[in-house]
């Protein structure tokens, strides 16, 4: 068996080789993708002398990088996802830099928590992260299942339709080795039946995309036990209004979006599906990629 230290685009393993095969085992701190990456190094067959299998260790292990960031490139990400030794996902959205400003429990440590609206599993990948003792990550099967218009959802082909989502979800969740289990449900058939009940229920930036969003959010306190963490977009400008708790409709159409509610109308939905405690954690700014329009967001703490 000989060794050798190596590095593949800032990653520094240790390829081995013996008489019948040739591997690639990389340093611990490497974590989840050190195993991914050694799960997709196959060993190379007979035939090797001695001084040739570390190479084509290197090689090998070479190829599986290239070709996970092949697969990362074929993804259109809406979550910048830390994989770990500079392997990041091109996110439309990095939460990554703002992530403090949400002031969310540092510790998840034993819960059991829900992720509504996972997307790439931004927000369900981070919970695992705080300790979650199990984390089931909903979202919908397919584009189709987005509340559209009727008349947008007329114009679209039935391949766009079915096109499912979650590749994302399934490519982190190999990478990062996660136990988050994805499951499939519309918001608007979430209840107790789906999977129980939840510690906590997170619910990020999705109510502007629903046409119903009170019945969402009943749905979703229908299945938290301890409180859920609700952060989702608002219009400041609207709440010269108050008293009046404004919502201005938008319809569905363009990035399909709704409704553009102000942080008072926010609130005050949360309020009536049903939580009786309602503790605001934070506000803040941020943009999508590329963009300099802020996003307002409000991020709330509701406590049936
Ligand atoms: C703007 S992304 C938000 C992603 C993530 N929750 C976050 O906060 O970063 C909207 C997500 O809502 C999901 N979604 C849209 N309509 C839904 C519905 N009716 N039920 C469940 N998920 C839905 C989409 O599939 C997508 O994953």
């Known amino acids: 068996m000989s060794f050798r230290r190596i590095r593949l685009a800032g990653l520094e393993g240790m390829a081995f080789a013996s008489r019948d095969g040739a591997a690639l085992e990389f340093a611990a701190s490497l974590g989840p993708l050190r195993r991914l990456l ?4 196959t060993k190379t067959g ?4 001695e001084a040739q299998p570390a190479a084509a260790a290197e090689a090998t292990a070479g190829d599986a990088l290239a070709a996970l960031k092949q697969r990362i490139g074929a993804i259109n990400w809406y979550h910048t996802i830390d994989l770990g030794n500079g392997l990041r996902t091109p996110g439309a959205f990095d939460h990554a830099p703002v992530l403090a400003r949400y002031n969310l429990p540092a510790s998840f440590a034993g819960q059991r928590v829900l992720d509504c609206a996972t997307f790439d599993g931004y927000w369900a990948f981070e919970f695992e992260r705080r300790g979650a003792r199990e ?4 979202d919908i099967e397919k584009v ?24 994302g979800f399934a490519l982190c969740k190999e990478v990062l080795d996660s136990k988050v289990e994805r499951k499939v449900c519309n918001l608007y058939d979430l209840s107790p039946g789906y999977a129980g009940m939840f510690d906590v229920v997170h619910l990020g930036d999705v109510l502007l995309h629903l046409a119903d969003p009170i019945l969402a959010l009943q749905n979703l306190r229908s299945v938290t036990q301890g409180y859920a963490l609700i952060s989702d977009c608002f219009w400041p400008e609207l709440d010269r209004y108050l008293p009046a708790t404004v ?6 159409e363009g990035e399909n979006a709704w409704w553009r509610p102000s942080e008072a109308a926010l609130f005050r939905m949360v309020h009536d599906a049903g939580f009786r405690k309602i503790e605001v954690l934070s506000r803040l700014t941020y943009s999508e990629r590329g963009y300099l329009s802020k996003m307002y967001h409000l991020v709330l703490k509701a406590t049936p």
């Not at 007979?46 to 002398?49: I, K, Q, V, W």
């Not at 919502?247 to 569905?252: I, W």
């Open 144 to 167: 189709g299942d987005i509340d559209l218009p009727p008349r947008r959802r007329a114009a679209m082909s039935e391949a766009e339709k079915n096109h499912k989502v979650g590749a």
């Open 46 to 49: 007979p035939g090797f002398t």
């Open 247 to 252: 919502a201005e409709y938008y319809g569905g």
């Open 38 to 41: 050694a799960r997709m190094a």
């Open 135 to 138: 984390v089931v990550a909903l």
